[in-house]
């Protein structure tokens, strides 16, 4: 799935990999669908294994935004260094054309859900639970432009600084929030004032 995508997962293309007679994976699985949808499955498991580590380790942590941050971001990034992030979105798309998949794609989201989570709650963030799908789906799409333009570097401190900069919006209380909402209202307003027809004529 990495190196060719799920269409090039043969029979075959599976036992030659694994070194084994090309008998032996019609053996053990009823198809290649069955076979995939296993092999999908497999991976689901061992990444909700590491993100529960992930967000176990994160609770109760007494480290400053900066470092959680940088924390989250370098493991996110063991992943892509080592070619599971493709699988991971080879999964998404495989469970967007089957049914049988989106139990397994759930889970997956939700193990990167509350591992976010858990990192905006050691951060100090005042609504995590909100904050954490904003979080995966700002990785996921990074990890997804780097995955399309391989000559992009993978660096832990560009994705911990936009992480840091999305935990602003989620640091605030609903006060806090509705203040900021005004004043970016204000300012809004005033630049349309300044532009607006008449704008930088006298009289």
């Not at 989106?102 to 989570?117: D, G, H, M, T």
């Not at 936009?162 to 809004?188: C, K, N, P, T």
Request: aromatic content about 6%; charged content about 25%.
């Amino acid at each position: 799935m990495r190196e060719r995508g799920t269409a090039a997962v043969t029979h075959r293309a599976v036992a030659e990999a694994a070194g084994v007679p090309p008998a032996t994976t019609t053996y053990y699985f009823d198809s290649i669908d069955d076979l995939l949808e296993q092999a999908l499955a497999l991976f689901v498991e061992e990444e909700v294994e590491r993100l529960g580590r992930l967000a176990e380790g994160l609770r109760g942590s007494a480290a400053s935004a900066h470092a959680i941050s940088e924390a989250f971001a370098e493991e996110l990034l063991r992943g892509e260094r080592s070619g599971d992030n493709v699988a991971q979105f080879e999964l998404y798309l495989e469970a967007a054309r089957r049914p049988s998949l989106r139990p397994v794609a759930a889970a997956c989201l939700e193990a990167y859900a509350q591992a976010a989570e858990a990192a905006l709650e050691a951060a100090g963030a005042r609504r995590p639970a909100e904050g954490a799908r904003v979080f995966v789906a700002l990785a996921d799409g990074l990890a997804l432009h780097r995955a399309a333009t391989p000559d992009a570097a993978a660096d832990a401190e560009t994705l911990a600084r936009a992480l840091r900069e999305l935990f602003i919006a989620y640091a605030m209380d609903a006060d806090e929030h509705a203040r900021w909402d005004e004043s970016m209202r204000r300012v809004r307003s005033a630049a349309h004032d300044h532009s607006g027809p008449g704008a930088g004529r006298g009289g």
